[in-house]
Structure formats: C-alpha cells, structure tokens
C-alpha cells in the first residue's frame, strides 16, 4: 500500500494566477478539491496523531492538472465557494507514460455564517476560538477515465488489456459531501464519501507485476472479470465524524469515530490492511502556543478487526485491535 519510490521527491510544485481578487487559476502538482474535507487541511494542523482511515481508504491527495476556484459573495455573510480541476488521473509524481484519460471533477462550498477567521476553513481544531458560528457545507464529485491503481493516486501498478492487446482500463466514480463547524474553541467535522468502479467488458487480460500477461480472472473457481478488477480497487462507501474542544489553556480533548462499508468486491477486504470497518478515536492535545505547529499529541483507536482479518507479519487476529500513538510536532 505504500506509494511508489518517487512519491517523496515532488510535492506541491504549481503556478497560479489570479484573474482578479476572488478568482485564481493554477497548474502544476497540488491538493484536489475533489477529496473529502480533511484533504484539503494541512496535517500540522490535525486535531489527531493521523488522518482518517476514510482518507486513507478513498483520497488521491495530489493530482497534475488545471485548477480553478472563486469566491462569491451571496449576501452580507453567505458565500458560495466552487472549484474545478482537470487532471491526469494518475496521481503524484507521474514522470513515465500518462495512463487512461483525464479526471473530471470539483467541489462547491457553502458558507451561511461568514468566512473563518485565519484560514480556520482550512484547519481542523479551533484554536482562533471563533466567536461566532462558523458553518461551511460542501458537495464534490469526480469521474477518472481509466485508472491504473486502486483509487487513483498512482500510475501504472495494476493494468489491463482487450483481445488486441491494448490497454484498456477501469473507470473510477468518487462523491461525497461533508461539513465543517467552529464555535469558541468546538469544533465539529463530518464527511461522507462514495466510490464505484465503471468495469469495460472488452478487457481479456491482466498484466502480472514481472509483465507478463494472463486472461486469469479467477475467483472462487469462476472466471469473473469485473468483479476480479473491483476487488484490487477501492470501492464501496464510509463516513468520519469528529469533533473536539480546546480549553482556553491550549489542552484539547478530542474524538473520531469513521465507518467503512466496502462493496461485496473490493480492496477494502483485503486482510491485511483493511477489513476493518468500526474506528473508534480518543486524543489528548497539548498545544504549546495559540498555533497548529507546536504541540504535543497522543491518541488511542479501538478496531473491530472482521474474522479473517491479520497483522502485518501475517499472524491472525484474535479478537479486537487497540493502537497508541504519541507525537510531537513543530512547523512553522
């Protein structure tokens, strides 16, 4: 599940114009609007050690393309803030050949309350404890035209092809909605996000990872193309709320419960890193200052672990998992 070699070279590397005060146009490598909510917040600013497993499970985190976002001005307080992106669908740091079409796609927010004061839209915790209600809603969607992992955020590690030996490629659907909600230091996030795989019935052949190619769609003793593909993808739905308070002493009390409900067929299953589907979340923040960058983490998540499921050395698991993890962070 780790990303490819190169994905620790490049990063953020865009170019933006603003067209006026409210409308800005970018290219280059950066953030997609079309993840769910907690993407598009930086994680020094994380009110736990982690992000979400429901980030983990459906986000591409970074795509190569055009990007476009405005902000409208609906009424005294109300804004309307759409952004589109057209990508190559393959993620970050793709320096080899481009696979499948372009993804399409974008997100459009609601604010009814006003902005958040110090890009608090863009931040998890509520550490400027806002006084007053902050509310931001949003929709996103997206359609990748041939995909070449599981979900998108990498290039050329599963690949398939028609009787003529060309390469042809599953399309992958993403939605979602979420919101976002501060008020004197609670805050509250929650987010749904909805996958599914668009199968074309001409593929005949896989290629294995040394190359080679085999029209083997095996599952269970029946051969089953479409449902062969849908298992090595990340397919199926889940939701994340969370939500916290900072105490006026800089210490934040915070909690995250995430649900993962994949498909009959899907990477979601597999028993090594997923086949979770239940993520309970409690954390401890000592922030050392009135910003994100300096604090001091450390939370525990309880996980249903399903029958079947086993650890990273390929043990069983009997029972349930706890996890704990501490963490100390200083950016600027």
Known sequence: EADDNLSSLIFDAWAAYEISKNTKIAFGQKATPTDNRELGMRSNTL???ERSPLSGAFATIR???FFAETSLKLSKYQYLRPEIAVTNGDGINV????RGGLKFGGRIDYLPFGLFGNFGQYRQVD???ELTPKFVFGINYSYNQGISDRRGRQSETILYLDKDNNELLPDYVKYGVDFLFKYRGFSMLGEYVNASARVPSEITQRVRVDGTTTPDFLLNGIQDIENYIKGRMMVGEGYNLQGGYVFK?????DGRFTYLKPEAFSYLNDSQYHNRSHYYTLGLTRYLGRSYGAKIQSDCTYTNAKPGSIDVNKNPIKGDEFLTRVMTTFSF
Do not use: A
């Not at 002493?249 to 009390?253: A, K, L, M, P, T």
């Open 47 to 49: 009110q736990l050690v």
């Open 63 to 65: 795509e190569f393309g």
């Open 95 to 98: 320096f080899s050949k481009d």
């Open 127 to 129: 550490i400027v404890r």
């Open 249 to 253: 002493n800089n210490i934040s009390i």
